[in-house]
């Protein structure tokens, strides 16, 4: 797992770093969601942090963007997101310009 250098975090997630470590070893945590490059076609994933537990997923590869303190947090901060790409480049290619900007 790997974090964008400039990395999206809600102001309600206090202390980051622990937000973090939980992240990387599995610990639950109830109210974050992660923002992360899609791995299809699609821009980015939202998605609970306890998909992470899943055996099945494949956390090595992933990119986080953005952790936010519930999902209603996540999707305004992919909105914001959004509308700084669409500002800075005219255009929509969020993957793009973040792995352009890592």
Do not use: P
Not at 61 to 67: A, E, H, R, S, Y
Not at 78 to 92: F, H, I, N, Q
Request: aromatic share 10%; net charge positive.
């Amino acid at each position: 797992m790997k974090f964008y250098r400039h990395l999206y975090v809600s102001d309600s997630i206090r202390n980051l770093e622990k937000v973090k470590w939980k992240l990387r070893h599995n610990a639950g945590q109830i109210t974050i969601y992660i923002i992360a490059l899609a791995k299809s076609d699609d821009q980015l994933d939202i998605f609970h942090c306890s998909l992470l537990q899943q055996r099945f997923y494949d956390k090595k590869d992933l990119f986080v963007v953005g952790l936010a303190s519930g999902y209603g947090e996540a999707v305004d901060m992919v909105v914001a997101l959004t509308e700084k790409v669409a500002a800075e480049t005219g255009g929509a290619d969020i993957k793009k310009y973040i792995l352009d900007h890592r």
